[in-house]
């Protein structure tokens, strides 16, 4: 069973500044089926990036992913990168591959 | 405008039942796949259950295995998801989900509570 491992647990920002988040999975793990996720407070998870780095529909370009490694199939670690956060970026975010999910990166205000 | 609409929380006793439903507008229903996916405050999101476009193919979570039953009707653009013998740690918003991998669009999910 493959677990994910979100890292930091919350990450303290201020808005206009980059956040990195990383997701770890315990084995090597297809590349087309990691995603990342945001999620508000009383809301429904929101595609933000599937495929490792793929973009959906509607999601800024300042959202990026990215997994490192030279297998361009298969990774270990993958992240999640905002470059310049803006007020609406504070949430909680989710990796996930296949149907795994991992426990989440919140992303505060500082 | 895709649209997933949940429905039939609420509060049941442990050992009880409920069944979710989930309404689908906005996109050929008979296409796409469906999934039940819950979330817990100390488990966060948790996937469910599957079932194919056909409804042919299904999929559980070992978790819910042999307690949760899901099932669609195209006719009513509805998938289902029927609790069975629930338990305190069942409490959670369950959402549905469109799609196989990833998880495009999602409803706005219903409480279940278990307790006694």
């Known amino acids: 069973e493959i677990v994910l491992t979100q890292s930091p647990g919350t990450l303290s920002l201020s808005p206009g500044e980059r956040a990195t988040l990383s997701c770890r999975a315990s084995?090597?793990?297809?590349?087309?089926?990691l995603a990342w996720y945001q999620q508000k407070p009383g809301q429904a998870p929101r595609l933000l990036i599937y495929?490792?780095?793929?973009?959906?529909?509607?999601?800024p370009d300042r959202f990026s992913g990215s997994g490192s490694g030279t297998d361009l199939t298969l990774g270990t670690d993958f992240t999640l990168t905002i470059s310049r956060l803006e007020p609406e970026d504070f949430a909680v975010y989710y990796c996930?591959?296949?149907?795994?999910f991992g426990p989440g990166t919140r992303l505060d205000i500082k | 405008e895709v649209q997933l609409v949940e429905s039939g929380g609420g509060l049941v006793q442990p050992g009880g039942s409920l069944r979710l439903s989930c309404v689908a507008s906005?996109?050929?229903?008979?296409?796409?796949?469906m999934n039940w996916v819950r979330q817990t405050p100390g488990k966060g999101l948790e996937w469910l259950s599957y079932?194919?476009?056909?409804?042919?193919?299904?999929y559980y979570a070992d978790s819910v295995k042999g307690r949760f039953t899901i099932s669609r009707d195209s006719a009513r653009n509805s998938v289902y998801l029927q609790l069975n013998s629930l338990r305190a740690d069942d409490t959670a918003v369950y959402f549905c989900?469109?799609?196989?991998?990833?998880?495009?669009?999602w409803g706005q999910g219903t409480l279940v509570t278990v307790s006694s």
């Open positions: 989900a469109r799609d196989s991998f990833p998880l495009q669009y």
């Open positions: 906005g996109f050929t229903f008979s296409s796409y796949s």
């Open positions: 079932i194919s476009s056909s409804g042919s193919t299904i």
């Open positions: 084995q090597s793990v297809s590349r087309t089926y």
């Open positions: 495929g490792t780095s793929s973009r959906a529909t509607g999601i």
């Open positions: 996930q591959h296949s149907r795994t």
